[in-house]
C-alpha cells in the first residue's frame, strides 16, 4: 500500500481535532507531544512505495528532532522542519540496497496552517490542510533504481 492521505488525516485527527470521534486528546508534555507525531507520520508512511526498511529509525530521528517542543516554543515550526526531514532522512536510506533514496529537498512549511489556527478556524480545518502539505511535501521524495535501468521512482 503506497502513502495515503486519508490515514494521515485519521492520526492526525487523534492528536489535534478535538471535534473528532477519534480525538484522543492534545498532547501535554514534550514527550508525549514526540511520541504522538512520530507515530503518526511512521503509520502514514510505513506502505511507502519504494518499501524502506527505516521506519522504526525514521520514527526516533523525528522524535529526537520535536523533543525540544515546549507551549513556549518560538522554534516550534522550525522543529518540525528537522523533523520531518530527519524522518524523510531515515526513511531514504532504508530504501537501499535496491534503490537510492532521496528526500524531499524543500523543506517542509507548515506555516500555511497558521492563519486558520490562529484566526478561528476548525481544527478539522487545520488538519485537512496540514495533511495536504505533509502528503504532498512527502510525494516530493524520489528513488533511483540501482540496476539495471537507473529509473527513477516518485515516493508514493
Known amino acids: 500500500m ?3 492521505l486519508p490515514t494521515l488525516r ?28 512520530s507515530t503518526a507520520i511512521k503509520i502514514y508512511t510505513t506502505s511507502i512505495i519504494p518499501y524502506s ?7 526516533e530521528a523525528f522524535k529526537l ?10 522554534n516550534g515550526a522550525a ?3 528537522t523533523a520531518f526531514t530527519s524522518f524523510a532522512s531515515q526513511l531514504a536510506i532504508g530504501m537501499a540496497p535496491a534503490f537510492t533514496g532521496i ?9 500555511p496552517v497558521n492563519p486558520i489556527g490562529f484566526g478561528g478556524g476548525s481544527s478539522s480545518s487545520c488538519v485537512s490542510l496540514m ?10 521524495g524520489s528513488a533511483v533504481l540501482n540496476a539495471p535501468s537507473a529509473a527513477v521512482t516518485i515516493w508514493n
Open 65 to 74: 528532532a520535536i523533543l525540544p517542543i515546549s507551549a513556549q516554543s518560538q
Open 103 to 111: 528526500p524531499p529537498i524543500v523543506p517542509i512549511n507548515l506555516l
Open 2 to 4: 503506497p502513502l495515503l
Open 131 to 140: 495533511s495536504t502539505i505533509i502528503d504532498t511535501w512527502f510525494r516530493t
Open 79 to 81: 522543529l518540525f522542519q
Open 10 to 37: 485519521i492520526e492526525l485527527s487523534k492528536i489535534m481535532d478535538q471535534s473528532s470521534p477519534l480525538f484522543e486528546g492534545f498532547p501535554e508534555t514534550n514527550i508525549e507531544v514526540a511520541n504522538r507525531w
Open 53 to 59: 526498511a527505516n521506519s522504526e529509525l525514521a520514527k
